[in-house]
Structures are given as C-alpha cells and as structure tokens.
C-alpha cells in the first residue's frame, strides 16, 4: 500500500493568515493526489483533483503544488469557513489511501 | 445532481455481520466508468477505503479487509451494498458511500452520501 503522512497534524492559525499543509506519499504518484474538506459532522468535500485542479465552486484562495511524492495544499487568506480537517488521498494504485489528517484550528 | 445515501442499523453486534445500503439518485448507477465505492471513519480516526464496486459487478477490496467483506451491487434498484462479517468492536465507525469518478489524472471521491455511524456492541 502507498502511505499518505501529513504534515502537521494540526495546525491554529488566524482569519486572514497564509497557511500550508504537506502530504507526502511512500512513493511517487504521478499528480494522481487529491485533497478533501470535512468539517465535523460531514462528509468530505472534494477540493481539489489531480494535485492542482480546482473542484467546481472551490474558492481561488485554495490551491495545490506537487507531483510525485511531495504536494501542498496553500489557502492564501484563512476565512471562518475554512476551520475544519484536511486530507488528502492518493489515486494511483488500490487500495485508495489517505493521509492522517490536518485539524485547522482558529488561534 | 447525483446524491448517495447509506442506510442500515445503527446496532451491530460483535461477531455479526454489518450490513449497509446505498441509495443513488439523480443519476445512473449504470453509467460505465464509475465505481461505487465505501468508505470508513473510525471514532477519531482518519478515512479508511473499503473497497469498491461497478455495475457489471466488477470488485476491489482494501486487502485489509478482503477477508471480511463483500460488496454488491442491484442496478435496477439503483443500489449498492456493503456487508462486512465478524464485526468487532473495531469496526465501530461512520460509514460512507462514494462515487469514485474518473477525473484527469486518477480519480476522486465525489460526491459521498452523508455517512452513517454503526456501532459494535453487545
């Protein structure tokens, strides 16, 4: 199996602040990374396709770098909404698997 | 606007077998190129892929759980299931329905029905 590590597994930042989080995968995976929103409660929600492709309705402060092993996800300007946990999950060869997870907290 | 929704009991007890449905509507469940897949949220935890199905009935089970689990599909019904045997306490999770769509570049989880949580317990 491909494993998914994130980095951090939390973080706390302010509205308004430039935030990064990191997945790394076992080994290379092509583009073949997505990332997911889940806020508690709910379901995840795709962001982003193909470690830079925008999902429909996704806002632009969100985007995504990287290919083989190493990509970011970077929301430019924090918004209330965003506080929730982020994933992301590797679709280059089964099983699907997913990173642990980073918990955005407000400071 | 396709939309999924799991159903099953809420209550499963240990050595038994967890069975889940999921309905999709607003779209063909019989349409080539998706699968149908489940997907698992320990209390806590991260997301765990299941395994998945496509209307021909062609499967792949996490090999985790190859052993356990079975995954079906009724199109005429416009349904898909999941029944995983000889649950332990560890099984207690929210599960999620998905449908695992081909995009540029891999696929993607999307949409996802709005979870269920069963519960292993005696």
């Known amino acids: 199996d491909i494993q998914m590590t994130q980095s951090p597994s939390s973080l706390s930042a302010s509205v308004g602040d430039r935030v990064t989080i990191t997945c790394r995968a076992s080994q290379s995976i092509s583009n073949y990374l997505n990332w997911y929103q889940q806020r508690p409660g709910k379901a995840p929600k795709l962001l982003m396709f193909?470690?830079?492709n925008f999902q429909s309705g996704v806002p632009s402060r969100f985007s995504g770098r990287g290919s083989g092993t190493d990509f970011t996800l970077t929301i430019a300007s924090l918004q209330p909404e965003d506080f929730a946990t982020y994933y992301c999950?590797?679709?280059?060869?089964?099983?699907?698997?997913f990173g642990q997870g980073t918990k955005l907290e407000i400071k | 606007q396709v939309q999924l929704q799991e159903s099953g009991p809420g209550l499963v007890k240990p050595s038994q077998t967890l069975s889940l449905t999921c309905t999709v509507s607003?779209?063909?469940?019989?349409?080539?190129?998706?699968?149908w897949s489940w997907i698992r949220q320990r209390p806590g935890k991260g997301l765990e892929w299941i395994g998945y199905?496509?209307?021909?009935?062609?499967?792949n089970y996490n090999p985790s759980l190859q052993s356990r689990i079975s995954i079906s599909v009724n199109t005429s019904e416009s349904q898909f299931s999941l029944k995983l045997n000889s649950v332990t306490a560890a099984d207690t999770a929210v599960y999620f329905c998905?449908?695992?769509?081909?995009?540029?570049?891999?696929?993607?989880?999307?949409?996802w029905g709005q979870g269920t949580l069963v519960t292993v317990s005696s």
């Open positions: 999950q590797q679709s280059y060869s089964l099983p699907h698997t």
């Open positions: 193909a470690a830079s």
């Open positions: 998905a449908r695992d769509t081909p995009v540029r570049g891999g696929s993607t989880f999307d949409p």
């Open positions: 607003g779209g063909s469940i019989s349409r080539g190129g998706y699968y």
């Open positions: 199905i496509n209307y021909s009935e062609s499967t």
